[in-house]
């Protein structure tokens, strides 16, 4: 049995305001399941619904075959972490820890040793006295996930944990999130973020959220690799997969798309004699685009060039209205701007999309 389960999942502000609608999930015991998606998509509000910090207006939700829509938070077996650390400056780190386990009128031996073990794996030990004026921005946020573990819950919420800190820091409280859930196999995560590079790293699943509902669900290479739809296509990924329109006129085993700027492009995904002749999009992601003298799949003048050292960011200029492209070519390519450049890409890597959803998931 899935330890957590959405069914028909729906929230509403007032009579009219819908945000959220056919939310159905299951999440298993000892995944950690990221929610990611666009500014407003809902993502921090279905969190909150799982905590029960938000009224869940339509639907169940179920923790281990029990319903909770109306069970009180504090007895859902559930903690949560959230984007500001909420620690309370008069106590000590030693103290911010205890606190839940005192009010549950637990031991002194059992908050000790639940304590000084969560320390132990968040490498807090050394800070125990503190008080969190003394500690930086990464310290604070493990001593809220250490809050947190040592109430010892069946699932453990995370909203945005990471996105107060600077770049070094969330790298290295990341890695940190990443070996806790190692330690911990046996319990379930959900993690909120807007951040892909945490999503891909971190997630068992991903669930991608957009208009008002889930446009995806799966493991991070399976939402790269195979997008069910154009908006999951450009949402994971960094630059966003570029799409060019275009017309099916060749299909069998490989399918030959005449692009609307004139080239000609061949996808690896399987099409019939009833598509031939379909209006579709291509999709090639910016990194899977390599320069060519033969046939190109895209052949344009660049505008503007972004050195990273290891990848050159290359943008094209807009022609006759077809799409800004985007390339992302390993190595250091310096002269590029204001000259042409053709491009090519294998026709393993080439999307097709039909009325915004993918050819390949019919």
Same mark, same amino acid.
């Given at each position: 049995m899935a330890e957590l389960v959405l069914r028909d999942v729906e929230k509403t502000y007032g009579k009219s305001v819908q945000v959220l609608?056919?939310?159905?999930? %299951?999440? %298993?015991?000892?995944? !950690?399941?990221?929610?990611?998606?666009?500014?407003?998509?809902?993502?921090?509000?279905?969190?909150?619904?799982?905590?029960?910090?938000?009224?869940?207006?339509?639907?169940?939700?179920?923790?281990?075959g029990q319903r909770m829509n109306d069970v009180p938070p504090a007895q859902r077996g559930i903690a949560m972490v959230f984007q500001s650390y909420a620690l309370y400056p008069h106590m000590t780190v030693r103290e911010n820890m205890a606190f839940a386990l005192k009010l549950a009128k637990k031991s002194k031996a059992e908050i000790d040793e639940a304590v000084d073990r969560a320390a132990a794996a968040l490498q807090l030990e050394p800070y125990l006295d503190r008080l969190p004026k003394a500690l930086s921005g990464?310290?604070?946020?493990?001593?809220?996930?250490?809050?947190?573990?040592?109430?010892?819950?069946?699932?453990?919420?995370?909203?945005?944990? !990471?996105?107060? #800190?600077?770049?070094? #820091?969330?790298?290295?409280?990341?890695?940190?999130?990443?070996? #806790?859930?190692?330690?911990?196999?046996?319990?379930?995560?959900?993690?909120?973020?807007?951040?892909?590079?945490?999503?891909?790293? !971190?997630?068992?699943?991903?669930?991608?959220?957009?208009?008002?509902?889930?446009?995806?669900?799966?493991?991070? #290479?399976? !939402?790269? %690799?195979?997008?069910?739809? %154009?908006?999951?296509?450009?949402f994971i990924g960094s630059p966003a997969m570029n799409l060019l329109p275009g017309k099916i006129t060749g299909t069998g085993e490989q399918t030959t798309v005449e692009l609307a700027h004139g080239e000609v492009a061949v996808s690896a995904i399987p099409t019939t004699e009833e598509d031939k002749g379909k209006i579709v999009n291509i999709g090639v992601r910016p990194e899977d685009l390599v320069p060519t003298e033969d046939t190109p799949l895209f052949r344009g003048r660049v505008d503007f060039t972004e050195a990273l050292g290891e990848v050159t960011l290359i943008y094209f200029e807009e022609v006759n209205g077809a799409p800004a492209m985007t390339a992302k070519l390993p190595g250091i390519h310096r002269d590029l701007r204001g000259n042409d450049v053709s491009l090519a890409a294998d026709p393993a890597k080439v999307h097709l999309f039909h009325k915004g959803q993918s050819m390949r998931r019919r």
């Open positions: 609608r056919d939310i159905n999930l %299951e999440i %298993e015991t000892g995944e !950690l399941i990221v929610f990611v998606g666009p500014s407003g998509c809902g993502k921090s509000t279905l969190l909150r619904m799982i905590a029960g910090l938000e009224r869940i207006t339509g639907g169940e939700l179920t923790i281990e990464g310290q604070r946020q493990r001593v809220a996930i250490g809050r947190s573990i040592v109430r010892d819950p069946k699932v453990y919420l995370f909203d945005e944990p !990471l996105s107060n #800190l600077d770049a070094a #820091l969330r790298v290295a409280t990341r890695i940190e999130i990443a070996h #806790l859930k190692e330690a911990m196999p046996d319990r379930t995560m959900i993690y909120v973020t807007h951040d892909q590079v945490e999503a891909m790293t !971190l997630a068992t699943r991903i669930v991608v959220l957009a208009n008002k509902g889930i446009a995806q669900v799966g493991t991070p #290479l399976e !939402l790269y %690799e195979t997008p069910d739809n %154009e908006f999951v296509a450009q």
